[in-house]
């Protein structure tokens, strides 16, 4: 299976710097693509020290796999996201100036029709499969474990004020729980990875459309970016579209 790869980041129209990050890429060898998204967060401009360790570990451990070494991808997946909330916790207790930081992370595997995502926090990845929009990852916030312990009910949760504050994140302390799961996808699907500054800021509808456009033919990043920010985003937004084909 082929895959289209767009993504475009931005600090928006309100943030002095960008605390987001996004790579990506594929082994032919091993037949996998990838994707990993980072939103930091932290004073002193710590926040962007954060997602770039998260993007640099992957890089790095993507770069060592061999087909010698094929992993259980969602073992791989948790495992890597632990070692590396280890090494942003270490950093960020031997720096002064970087205490405090973190960032949330969302990754994506591609292996033939099988799509594997991990996540910690609040950036999504959402799919689009036969027209119909699903978020696949469910929000590490403390306004997400009220909707899910029943408490209160999604539509409250849209209209608070504190819906992004995080229960988990990279980095901020020695234990967390990364959520793991995996989809099967096709020809004709499209996967979209993104920080809150940009799903927050559209409609489920708009982001349905934006996906069923996208293609080589019409890239639609930067229509999204310019849509979130016309409805009132004032962070920094990121977006990683992949196109089955």
Not at 157 to 166: D, E, G, I, P, V
Not at 197 to 225: N, P, R, W
Request: proline fraction near 0%; charged fraction near 15%.
């Amino acid at each position: 299976m082929n895959h289209y790869i767009k993504s475009l980041s931005h600090q928006g129209v309100i943030r002095r710097n960008n605390e987001d990050a996004i790579s990506y890429g594929s082994n032919e060898s091993l037949g996998i693509t990838w994707m990993i998204i980072a939103d930091g967060m932290g004073g002193h401009n710590a926040g962007e020290v954060a997602s770039a360790m998260l993007i640099k570990h992957f890089q790095t451990q993507f770069s060592l796999l061999s087909q010698t070494t094929i992993p259980n991808w969602q073992t791989w997946i948790k495992n890597q996201l632990n070692a590396a909330n280890n090494a942003i916790l270490l950093q960020a207790k031997t720096t002064v100036a970087q205490q405090g930081m973190g960032t949330t992370a969302v990754l994506m595997v591609i292996v033939e029709n099988n799509c594997h995502l991990g996540w910690v926090g609040d950036s999504r990845a959402y799919t689009l499969q036969d027209n119909r929009l699903v978020q696949q990852s469910v929000d590490h916030t403390m306004i997400q474990a009220l909707v899910t312990s029943g408490a209160i009910s999604a539509e409250t949760a849209k209209q608070a004020n504190t819906k992004n504050l995080l229960s988990q994140a990279i980095g901020v302390k020695e234990a967390i729980t990364v959520d793991t799961k995996t989809i099967v996808i096709n020809s004709g699907d499209t996967i979209m990875l993104s920080t809150d500054g940009l799903h927050d800021y559209l409609t489920e509808a708009q982001i349905s459309d934006y996906l069923a456009e996208f293609s080589s033919e019409k890239e639609v990043c930067k229509e999204m970016l310019e849509q979130a920010i016309a409805q009132n985003s004032r962070d920094n937004l990121t977006v990683g579209l992949v196109k089955c084909g």
